[in-house]
């Protein structure tokens, strides 16, 4: 297939990257600040200029977004907005704009994290957009039927984002372990599915 992953240049789009390629799989591989083509989520001009570019894929990757932590009466508009625009608006807006761009019978992989069903102290505007992201995929998957599949990876802590801040990489899921959720997801038949990946596919 030929792939848009966006966010190709992080933690876990690195990992998704290689993945796709081992399964031989074409990559169009998008950053934000790096990268040959670079996109900015929270500009839905930005995205379409992205589908311009690529043309027709067979479907789509998203592993980025950003949203704001912090405990609630710290957060501001501001905060609430960024995590809008980018990680939920961004996301929505790449199926939104994907729509007659990626080949009819393609999908759509996006990302939330594992706040969004499990919230801890200071990520109510980080669940909040996840939660928002993982609705709109289950209905976007209704609307979408016999056109498109909308799924949703959730990530557990990835290992070497804990190892990053000094953390102990465990309890988390290695990079290249959480990749395999999203090469099943593009790769297969399921839709208005949420994978919850926080440890390693067992593959059936
Ligand atoms: N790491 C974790 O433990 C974890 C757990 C649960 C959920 N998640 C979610 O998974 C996603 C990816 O996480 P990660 O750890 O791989 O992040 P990361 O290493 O920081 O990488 C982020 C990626 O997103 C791109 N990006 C940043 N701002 C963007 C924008 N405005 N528009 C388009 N692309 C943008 C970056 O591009 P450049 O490099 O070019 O700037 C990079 O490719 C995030 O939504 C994160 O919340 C992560």
């Known amino acids: 297939m030929h792939i848009l992953l966006v ?86 807006n790449l199926v939104r704009s994907g729509l007659g761009i990626v080949a009819e019978g393609g999908s759509f992989t996006l990302t939330t994290g594992g706040l969004s069903q499990n919230p801890e102290a200071g990520t109510s505007a980080v669940s909040m957009v996840g939660a928002g992201i993982e609705a709109f995929a289950r209905g976007a998957a209704i609307d979408l039927k016999q056109r498109y599949r909308v799924n949703v990876v959730s990530p557990g802590w990835v290992a070497e984002t804990r190892q990053q801040m000094g953390l102990d990489p465990m309890p988390g899921i290695w990079a290249k372990d959480l990749a395999k959720y999203y090469v099943y997801l593009a790769e297969g038949t399921v839709t208005g599915e949420v994978a919850n990946a926080d440890e390693p596919l067992v593959s059936s």
């Open 7 to 92: 966010g190709a240049t992080g933690i876990i789009g690195n990992a998704v990257h290689e993945a796709l390629l081992e399964h031989g799989h074409r990559v169009i591989a998008a950053g934000h600040t790096h990268g040959k083509l670079t996109v900015d989520l929270s500009n839905p001009r930005s995205i379409e200029e992205l589908y311009t570019l690529t043309g027709s894929v067979d479907a789509v990757i998203c592993a980025a977004g950003r949203a704001r932590f912090g405990p609630l009466d710290e957060l501001g508009d501001d905060d609430f907005n960024l995590s809008i625009r980018n990680k939920m608006m961004g996301q929505v």
